[in-house]
Each structure stands twice: as C-alpha cells, then as structure tokens.
C-alpha cells in the first residue's frame, strides 16, 4: 500500500494501577481499508480505541507509545484540540446505539450536532445522510426520538452521526453485537459500502471471526493486552501463524464441519492482568509452550508474507 | 414410536402490553422432544424462545394449550405433581455469575437439589457432588470453593452439574454459551455433547447461533414472532432449507471463512422485526418476505409437513 495510513498506532501501552492492560499495540490503517483488531472480552480491543480517542475511564493511564492522524501526532495534544478532532477528524460507534443516544434528543438533532449546527441549517444535509445510511422514510424518522427506534435504526443514526462529517478515521466499537443476524448483516454491508465510498479507514472491533471473514481487510488479534498476530485476513484464516488464532479458529462450530464433532479446546482461561507473568500470555494455555516462552516476552516478528507473529515457534505451526 | 419426553401443543403466552394490546410473545406453537433428542430452537432476538423454554420448566404461565412431560399434563396439575415433575425437568440459563448463588459453596450448590428433595444426605450426598462435579470436568475438591473463585466456563460447567443432581429426563438451555468467551464456548459445547451421548439424555437448546445450534441439536425449530416457521431434522434444515425465512436467516449468517463468505450471494433480509403486540395479519414474515402474495397477507400458513420438514409457508413447494 502507497498511501499513507490515516491512522498509526505505535507501540500503545495502558496501565490500570500496577496492571499493565495494553502492552505495546501498533497498527496502521489506510484510507478506505477496514482493519478488524479481534480478541476476547477483557483483552483490551475497547481501551485501545478509547486511547486512541483519548476517552479513557480516569483510573486508566496512557504509558507509552504514540498515535498519529494522517501523520500529524496527536498524543500530546491539548484536550481543547482532541474534542475538536473528535466527532470530526475521527469517530467511534458503539455496541449499545440505543445507550449512546441522547433519549431527549430528535435523530434530526444528534446528526446536526455531530455537524455542529442547528438542525434548521442542515436539515436536507441531515436528511441525505439519512437516506444514505438505508433509514427509510427520512422526513418522518428525522423528528423521532431513540425510543421510536428499533435497535438496527439506531445503529444507523449512529452511523450517519459519526459519517456525516466525513473523519478520516472511524474507529467502530463492537457495532453489530447487540443486533440480530439479519441486521447484522445489514449493517455490515453498509459499513463497507461507506467505507468504500468515502475512503474512511476503518477500526471495527469485534470478538467475532465470522464478521471479520466478512469485512475486513486485514485483521489484528490480541491476546490479553498484546498483538498475537497481524496480516491480510485471507492469510490468518488460511494459515494462522500463532498458536492462538490457530486454536481459536479451530475451536468454533462452523456450518460445513460435521456436527457433534468434537472442538479443538483451549485449555484454562485468559489470565488476569495480575497474573500475567514475564514470558509469553499465551504460555499458560499453549500446547507448544517451553521454557523459552516462559521466560521471555516473544516480539513481533516478521513472517515474510505481509505477517507479523509474536511466537518464537511460529515456524512449527502448521 | 416411544412416548415423548416433551409434547407441546398449540401453546401460547402473552404478556400484558404497554399500550392495551397484549404482546403475544409466543402464539400458538407444537412440538415434541424425543427421548435421548435434542431439538434447537432458533430465531431472532424477541421471537419467543426464551418465553417457550420458561413455560415448559414452569416459571411463566401458558395463556393457552397443553405442556406434556413424560405424558403428564402441567397445565391445572396439582402442586404436588408439578413438583414431581418439575424434578424431571432442568435448566441452564445464559448467564452463570446470576445463575449461582454467590454465598454457596459449590458442593453446596450442586448438592442442593438432592438434599431439598430428601434424596441424599451426608456422606451418600457429598459422593454424589464428587461425582457430579467430575462428569463435567471439575474437580472434587472445587467443591469447597465459591463461585466468585471460578472462571466463567467453569461457573457454567457447575450450574450444568446441578442441572444433572437429580437425573432430569430433559434439560433444558437456554443460550448456554452466548455468554462465554469464544475460546471457552468449545468446552462447554463439547462437554453438553458429551452429556447428551453418555446420559442419553433429551434437551430443548435454544439459541440464536445457527453455527451452534447445528453442531449440538438432532432436530431444529426455527421461530419467527411467536410461531414456529419450520421445524425439520438438522441435516434437511440446513442442506435444503424450506422457509423464506430460515433461508434468510442461514445467509446472514457470516462464517469465519473470508473466502466462502465473499462468495456468497448477498439477498439481505429488509426490513425489521415487526411488533408482537402488533403482528402482522396473513403470514407474519410478509413484512419482510420477497415472495409475498395477497394470499400471504390474508391466510395464516399452518405448519404443514413438505418432504422430511414441516414448514408454515404458502409457496414453500415453488420456491423449492
Ligand atoms: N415478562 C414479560 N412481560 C412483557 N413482555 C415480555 C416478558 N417477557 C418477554 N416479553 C416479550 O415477549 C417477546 C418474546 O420474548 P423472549 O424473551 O421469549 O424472546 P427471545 O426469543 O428469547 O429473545 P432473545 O434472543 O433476545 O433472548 C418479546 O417481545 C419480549 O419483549
Ligand atoms: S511464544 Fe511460546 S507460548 Fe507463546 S504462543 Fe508461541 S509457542 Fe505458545
Ligand atoms: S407464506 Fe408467503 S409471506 Fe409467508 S413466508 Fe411464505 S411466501 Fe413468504
Ligand atoms: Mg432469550
């Protein structure tokens, strides 16, 4: 890829207290490319995006690392200056549309704010976003408020809110996981089309493989709190090359498998922050661990193919 | 044919509404559950499955129609049969931190429901936690422990344990692994098929996970607004899907392969839920469905056996 990314995020870690929650993230995304950062609950997708916003909950510091929007570092930027970029520059959307919408306020309203105008000036602007993100019947749903809307719409007004000013980057927090499946699919496709349309770089956060095989371009899987494994998503589901995505992969019930056939099993859970120990995190729970794992922390290497894995075994995978 | 372990007939619940209206959150559904079966029962958040599991273990009331277990009627049985019965029927709910008691230990928690029942006491009792406990992959001395101590998979592996105390005829789940991590669903999933082949025992799984419900069910009920759309063995289910309906729902499935993914055909299902205080008049899914006719919007399709399924459509013959 020429262009250059719209978003760096550079060697990122987090702390709560003592524990160490991030720990050297990076990524990059270019304009118009979706880029999935995958991983379970806990392993810290949602603060990496909330960093990268600088939305972090007070309790949680920023310890290292650097995030840079279209080459221009914003780390330390004041917060007068975030709150500017923030809505305009870049945009986040959540898992609970309905949570995150003002129940006082039309969807005529949020749209207009996110312009920051009155809604008169910029109603037919409102309008053509509305028509734009599949809200049928616009001229009516404008006036309504989030309670008259089902949760698919309200995912869509997010969208329109957070697209309407047309970020650079829009960093998507679990967007789908609430809605059932047939929304579900509506909303995805909607977000590549926009994606594609407008050249935004997309972040979708998601623990879900399935959306990921769907949408993304290139994937990033974490690991409590690191990057296990980067690269082109048709590379990670062909041959993963860290013994997590390998597992994990292999671990979920697929429609072609055959049924009641047992699952490959990651033993034990993700440990906590407190446990985590000098070695590699995946030591406790990976079937291809030593001494040399647990000693140090694996960096992230280079696999040759566009790939960065961080397992010093990764050649014996498969 | 052997006796049902679960005979469901016509059955409906409806809720008071916000509005007058009454929410039919499940309108009139059949089934049956065989002994050593498991039938899945899928559909969209708000289609009634969950309002269905909790009428047949008895914790809502059904406005109409018949509940069998083991051919005994629930519906105006006295206190005293319920409660034999309610022993032969079990459930795992969602979520297991809400599922357990926080102040009980987990020999306790497991052994409840023999004890309550005078079925077992003092050493008998506590050998039979210790078996319990290793059927689903714990260990005996987890049970002097408390619940906060274990993992998420592991609380749903002791809620599982006490679910089997009393060697129900059938369990019933309800989206047991929806909210487990993705790296620990496999383990539950594989211990429940396990359980089902060692025990030979019946259950009603329900969930919104297709993926899910193929890998652990033998049969399949698919539900659309209160009613049942098709109901078919999982095989015939998923090869050759015969509802408008359920073929919407398999294509938004999205699987974790990014190449039979792309190449899908992309038919997105418009539109949304309608609501069940409001239902639509004909067939419910005209709303949303791409072969809709006049007829459709008029009659309601009975559930009607086509081949090896039974499927609730009008045109189901010409679509095939
Ligand atoms: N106690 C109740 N009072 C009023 N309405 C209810 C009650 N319980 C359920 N409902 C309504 O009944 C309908 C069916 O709900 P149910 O919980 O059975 O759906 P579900 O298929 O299990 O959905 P989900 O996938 O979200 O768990 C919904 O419209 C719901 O809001
Ligand atoms: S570094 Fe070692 S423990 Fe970590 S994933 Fe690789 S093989 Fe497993
Ligand atoms: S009865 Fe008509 S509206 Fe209903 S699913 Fe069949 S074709 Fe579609
Ligand atoms: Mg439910």
Redo the contacts between chains.
């Keep these: 890829m020429t262009t250059e990314p719209a978003l760096i995020v550079e060697n990122l870690s987090l702390a709560l207290g003592r524990a160490n929650l991030v720990d050297g993230v990076g990524f990059s995304v270019a304009p118009g490319e979706v880029l999935a950062l995958v991983g ?2 806990g392993c810290g997708k949602s603060v990496t995006a909330q960093a990268i916003m600088r939305l972090l909950a007070p309790v949680i510091r920023q310890t290292g690392g650097r995030v840079l929007l279209a080459g221009q570092d914003i780390t330390a930027l004041p917060e007068r200056a975030m709150r500017a970029l923030r809505g305009q520059a870049m945009s986040m959307i959540f898992q609970e549309p309905q949570a995150a919408l003002d129940p006082l306020a039309t969807v005529g309203t949020h749209i207009a704010e996110a312009l920051r105008r009155p809604l008169r000036d910029v109603r037919d602007q409102v309008l053509q976003m509305l028509a734009e993100v599949g809200i049928s019947d616009p001229a009516r749903r404008i006036d309504q408020y989030p309670f008259e809307l ?1 949760g ?2 309200c995912q869509r007004v997010m969208i329109a809110c957070a697209l309407i000013s047309r970020p650079a980057v829009l960093l998507a927090d679990e967007p789908t996981t609430a809605l ?7 909303i ?2 909607l977000l590549r089309r926009l994606a594609a349309e407008r050249r935004t770089a997309v972040v979708l956060i998601t ?8 949408i993304a371009d290139r994937v990033a899987v974490m690991y409590a709190g690191r990057i296990a494994e980067t690269g082109p ?2 590379q990670i ?1 062909a041959r993963p090359r860290h013994p997590y995505t390998s ?3 292999a ?7 055959a ?2 056939s ?5 033993e034990g ?2 440990p906590t922050p407190a446990e985590f120990g000098p070695g590699c995190r995946f030591a406790s ?1 990976c079937p291809l661990a030593d001494d040399t794992c647990r000693a140090a922390t694996p960096p992230l290497r280079d696999m040759g193919d566009g790939r960065l894995s961080a397992c010093f075994h990764a050649e014996q995978l498969p | 044919m052997t006796a049902p372990v679960l005979e469901v007939t016509d059955l409906a619940v409806h809720f008071p509404g916000r509005t007058g209206a009454p929410v039919r959150a499940v309108d009139g559904v059949s089934f049956a559950v065989a002994p050593g079966e498991t039938l899945g029962l899928v559909g ?2 708000g289609c009634g499955k969950s309002t269905v599991s909790n009428a047949v273990v008895g914790l809502v009331p059904p406005t109409r129609g018949s509940l069998r277990v083991m051919g005994t009627e629930m519906a105006g049985a006295t206190r005293a049969t319920k409660h034999e019965i309610r022993a032969r029927v079990q459930m795992v709910f969602q979520d297991p931190v809400t599922s357990l008691n926080p102040r009980m230990s987990v020999g306790a928690a497991v052994g409840e429901p023999l004890l309550v029942r005078g079925l077992a006491s003092g050493a008998a009792l506590r050998a039979r936690v210790d078996e319990l406990l290793e059927e689903v992959g714990l260990r005996p001395e987890h049970a002097q422990r408390y619940p906060h101590q274990f ?4 609380r749903q592996r002791i809620v599982i344990a006490r679910a089997l105390a009393l060697r129900p005829d059938l369990l019933v789940c309800d989206e047991p692994v929806s909210a487990l ?7 539950i ?2 211990l429940l ?1 396990e359980l ?2 060692r025990r030979g025992m019946a259950s009603l799984f329900v969930s ?1 996970d ?3 419900v ?4 033998d049969r399949v009920a698919v539900m659309y607004l209160g009613r049942l759309v098709e109901l078919a063995p ?1 095989d015939a289910l ?1 090869a050759a899907p015969r509802h408008p309906y359920t073929r ?15 190449a899908k055909p ?1 038919v ?3 539109g ?2 309608p609501s069940p205080s409001n239902p639509p008049p004909g067939c419910t899914f005209h709303t949303r469905c791409p072969f809709a006719t006049e007829r459709c919007r008029q009659e309601v399709p009975s559930l009607r056996p086509l081949g090896e399924s039974m499927v609730a459509c009008h045109h189901a013959e010409t679509l095939a």
């Design positions: 379970e609950s089902s698919g719409m059932d499946v047939t929304i579900q699919a509506q995805l496709d623990h879900d493989m399935g959306v990921v095989a769907d998503t048709a589901f597992l994990l992969l671990s979920i019930p697929r429609l072609t498998d049924p009641k047992a699952l490959a099993v990651i859970r993700v729970r | 969209e958040s993992s998420g998979g592991q991590d993705v790296s620990v669903r496999a383990q999933l594989n098929v089902q082949q919104h297709l993926a899910v193929r890998h652990v069910c999982r998923f919407a729902l398999l294509a938004a499935v999205p699987e974790p392969d990014p190449v039979a993914q792309r992309r997105p299902l418009a949304e839920i």
